[in-house]
C-alpha cells in the first residue's frame, strides 16, 4: 500500500472519528460506510490517535461533496435479500438449544451443533425454515441472540450495510416449548439483536417483514399494518415489507392489493417473483407494474420479455439477484443474472439463505460464481453492490442532501 494512501486514509480518519459508531451523527451512515470501508480496506491506520478534533466542521464541509464516491471507490459488500431464518448456523442454535433447554424430538437436550444440524437436515428443503423457526422462535432472548449473531456473520463477511427479512408469525412461537410471544414483541426483539450488532461490528442492518404466500391476503394485510406501526429510521428498525413464499402454488394475484396497499401507505416493498422454472415473465411485471414493488426480489424469469427488460431499465428497478441460490435453481437461473449485466439492469449480489442447511455459502462465494461462471469482472461485482447501496430501504441518503 502506498504512502499517500495511508495519508489519506489518516486524514479521513481524523477528520471523522467521531461519526464511528455514532449512526445519528451529523452525515449519518453514509460517513460512518465510508469510514468502515477505508478501515477495512487498509487494516490497521496509524494514523488514528493523532487527531486534532478542532478542524472537523471546516474539513467536513469541504470533504461533503466526495463524501458519496468514497464508497463506491473503496467498494464494500451490500446485501439486501437474505433471510434471517436462513442465515442462522447450527453453532448459533446449539448455543440457543441449550440456553432454552430444548428437547429436540428424538435427540433429547443436543450434546453438540452436530446433533442440532442432523435435526435440521432431517427436514424436507422447505420444512428447514419451520425447524430453525421452532428452535429460535416463540422467546425474547433467543430472538435477539439469533439476531444479534446474524449481523456478526455479515460483519465477518464485510458485508456493511444489510437488509435482513423473515416472517415474524412463524419466529414468534415455537412448539418445541410451547412457547409464543407477540408478533409485534418478536419484531421489537429483532430489532434489539440487532441493533446490539450493528453498535458492536460497525455494520447497518435494518429489517424487512415478510408477508407469505399460501397465507390469506386479510394476513398480508395485517402483517402490512404490523411492518407500518414498527416502521423505524433507528438502527435495526423495519423499513420495509416483503412478499415471500411458494410463488409456484400461490401466486401474485391474490396479493395484489395488500402490497399496493403497503406502498401506498408508505412503506417501501420488495416482492419474490420470477425465482423459479414455474414461473414466467408475467409475474414479475405483476410485481412492478400492479404492485408497484419498488425492488424485486430474484426476478430470473423477467428476461423472457425483451419489453419488461427494457421497462426494469427505464424505471431503474432494482432486482436482488442471488448467485448460488439461482444456481441451485438450474443454470437457467444463472444465466438470467448474466442477462441483467448484458441489458444493464440494475442488480446486487445476495446470498439469499447463507446457512449450511439452504445455500451454504457466502458474499465471497457468490462473487466467486459471477466471477467463475459468468465472467463477471471486479467493476461488475463492484457495480452490483453500489446499485444495492442505493436501492436500499434504510440509512439516510447523504446524495439528497447534496442537490
Ligand atoms: C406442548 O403442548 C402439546 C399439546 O398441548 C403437548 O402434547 C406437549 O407435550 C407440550 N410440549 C412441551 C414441551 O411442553
Ligand atoms: C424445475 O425445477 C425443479 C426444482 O428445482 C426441478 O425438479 C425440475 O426438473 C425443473 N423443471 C424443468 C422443466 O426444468
Ligand atoms: C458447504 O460449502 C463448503 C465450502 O464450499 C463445502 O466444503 C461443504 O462440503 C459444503 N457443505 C454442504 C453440506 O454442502
Ligand atoms: C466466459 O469466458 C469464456 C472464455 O472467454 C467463454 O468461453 C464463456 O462463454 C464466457 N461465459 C459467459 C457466460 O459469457
Ligand atoms: C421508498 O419509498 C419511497 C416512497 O414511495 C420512494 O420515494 C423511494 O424511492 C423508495 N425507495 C427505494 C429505494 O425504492
Request: proline share 2%.
Amino acid at each position: 500500500m502506498s504512502k499517500s494512501m495511508l495519508s489519506v486514509c489518516g486524514s479521513l480518519l481524523c477528520l471523522f472519528p467521531t461519526s464511528i459508531g455514532q449512526q445519528d451523527s451529523l452525515a449519518g451512515d453514509y460517513l460512518h460506510h465510508a469510514i468502515m470501508g477505508f478501515v477495512k480496506h487498509l487494516g490497521s491506520c496509524s494514523y488514528i490517535g493523532l487527531c486534532r478534533p478542532t478542524s472537523f466542521r471546516m474539513a467536513l464541509g469541504k470533504l461533503w461533496s466526495l463524501l458519496w464516491i468514497l464508497p463506491l471507490i473503496h467498494g464494500f459488500r451490500v446485501e439486501l435479500h437474505v433471510h434471517l431464518d436462513g442465515a442462522i448456523g447450527s453453532d448459533i442454535l446449539f448455543e440457543i438449544c441449550r440456553a432454552r433447554g430444548l428437547q429436540l424430538p428424538g435427540i433429547g437436550v443436543p450434546r453438540s451443533a452436530e446433533e442440532v444440524q442432523h435435526f435440521v437436515e432431517r427436514s424436507s428443503s422447505w420444512h428447514r425454515f419451520d425447524a430453525v423457526n421452532e428452535i429460535i422462535g416463540g422467546d425474547l432472548a433467543s430472538i435477539r441472540l439469533a439476531a444479534e449473531a446474524f449481523v456478526a456473520f455479515q460483519a465477518k463477511s464485510g458485508v456493511l450495510y444489510t437488509e435482513v427479512r423473515y416472517d415474524p408469525v412463524r419466529l414468534a412461537r415455537s412448539q418445541l416449548q410451547n412457547a409464543s410471544t407477540t408478533e409485534e414483541e418478536a419484531v421489537r426483539a429483532v430489532q434489539e439483536g440487532l441493533a446490539v450488532g450493528a453498535a458492536s461490528h460497525g455494520v447497518s442492518v435494518y429489517q424487512i417483514l415478510c408477508a407469505m404466500r399460501g397465507k390469506s391476503p386479510k394476513q398480508c394485510f395485517e402483517m402490512a399494518q404490523l411492518a407500518l406501526k414498527l416502521q423505524s429510521k433507528e438502527m435495526g428498525g423495519v423499513v420495509g415489507l416483503d412478499l415471500a413464499g411458494d410463488e409456484t402454488d400461490f401466486p401474485n394475484a391474490a396479493y395484489v392489493d395488500c402490497m399496493r396497499y403497503a406502498k401506498d401507505s408508505g412503506l417501501n416493498t420488495t416482492v419474490h417473483s420470477g425465482e423459479f422454472n414455474t414461473t414466467q415473465s408475467k409475474d414479475v411485471h405483476s410485481a412492478v407494474f400492479l404492485m408497484r414493488a419498488d425492488r424485486v426480489g430474484h426476478g430470473y424469469a423477467a428476461v423472457q420479455d425483451a419489453q419488461l427488460v427494457h421497462e426494469l431499465r427505464r424505471r431503474q428497478i432494482h432486482l436482488e439477484a442471488c448467485p448460488k441460490s439461482a444456481l441451485r435453481h438450474g443454470a437457467w437461473a444463472l444465466r438470467a443474472i448474466h442477462s441483467f449485466k448484458e441489458h444493464q439492469l440494475l442488480f446486487g449480489l445476495n446470498t439469499d439463505d447463507p446457512s449450511l442447511f439452504f445455500c451454504n455459502t457466502s458474499a465471497a462465494a457468490d462473487e466467486a460464481i459471477v466471477s467463475d461462471y459468468l465472467n463477471f469482472t471486479v467493476k461488475d461485482i463492484q457495480a452490483a453492490y453500489a446499485s444495492a447501496y442505493k436501492a436500499r430501504f434504510g440509512g439516510r441518503d447523504l446524495t439528497q442532501l447534496l442537490v
